[in-house]
T-cell receptor, first 113, second 115 residues
Framework: NAGVTQTPKFQVLKTGQSMTLQCAQD?????MSWYRQDPGMGLRLIHY???????DQGEVPNGYNVSRSTTEDFPLRLLSAAPSQTSVYFC????????????FGPGTRLLVL | AQSVTQLGSHVSVSEGALVLLRCNYS??????LFWYVQYPNQGLQLLLK??????LVKGINGFEAEFKKSETSFHLTKPSAHMSDAAEYFC?????????????FGSGTRLLVRP
């Protein structure tokens, strides 16, 4: 199993550009989520999904869109990038709506100029 | 509201010394608690977790943590630090919010290990 994979590993954008961060998992997990990591702030939840076709907002959703058309994939879209979105983004997954372990991808480092 | 507080954004120890990373939580229900480790330029890896039962939890790489309900704490320890332990450590609590469980993270503690 590859676990949770993310692409790209690193990206530079100009203000106003759009892009999609890809996330995939091969563990048949129902629950997937996106976090952003900023210095001194830990990880903050952006969006999450409890299953294909179901998404919802987390703590910091503004400026981001998500969709979940399959169990495996959960892409995160930045419609119009802003410097405040410079961060490291992590995708995670776990089995179902339980309190069990979340498994994290390797992250995408995004720089918005 | 459920939350996690990690005392000390940076902790520095000598190689071979005791490692103690502090975590306090607030939770309205019996908590599930987690410690994750992040090595430089990598994702988060689970070190250990507490769900129910035994309050002393052993994890990977010689780390362990003790759940103390009376102190609302879940401190992470390791008897003897190795250079390879240098990383950032995150404590997290699983919280029921908006019809699903979510992880609430502390702000992280960076562990530095001196030769």
């Amino acid at each position: 199993n590859a676990g949770v994979t993310q692409t790209p590993k690193f990206q530079v954008l100009k203000t106003g550009q759009s892009m999609t961060l890809q996330c995939a998992q091969d563990m048949n997990h129902e629950y997937m989520s996106w976090y952003r990591q900023d210095p001194g702030m830990g990880l903050r939840l952006i969006h999450y999904s409890v299953g294909a076709g179901i998404t919802d907002q987390g703590e910091v959703p503004n400026g981001y869109n998500v969709s979940r058309s399959t169990t495996e994939d959960f892409p995160l879209r930045l419609l119009s990038a802003a410097p405040s979105q410079t961060s490291v983004y992590f995708c995670a997954s776990r089995a179902g709506r339980t309190r069990e372990t979340q498994y994290f991808g390797p992250g995408t480092r995004l720089l918005v100029l | 509201a459920q939350s996690v507080t990690q005392l000390g954004s940076h902790v520095s120890v000598s190689e071979g010394a005791l490692v103690l990373l502090r975590c306090n939580y607030s939770s309205s229900v019996p908590p599930y608690l987690f410690w994750y480790v992040q090595y430089p330029n990598q994702g988060l890896q689970l070190l250990l977790k507490y769900t129910t039962g035994a309050t002393l939890v052993k994890g990977i790489n010689g780390f362990e943590a003790e759940f103390k309900k009376s102190e609302t704490s879940f401190h992470l320890t390791k008897p003897s630090a190795h250079m390879s332990d240098a990383a950032e450590y995150f404590c997290a609590v699983s919280a029921w919010m908006d019809s699903s469980y979510k992880l609430i993270f502390g702000s992280g503690t960076r562990l530095l290990v001196r030769p």
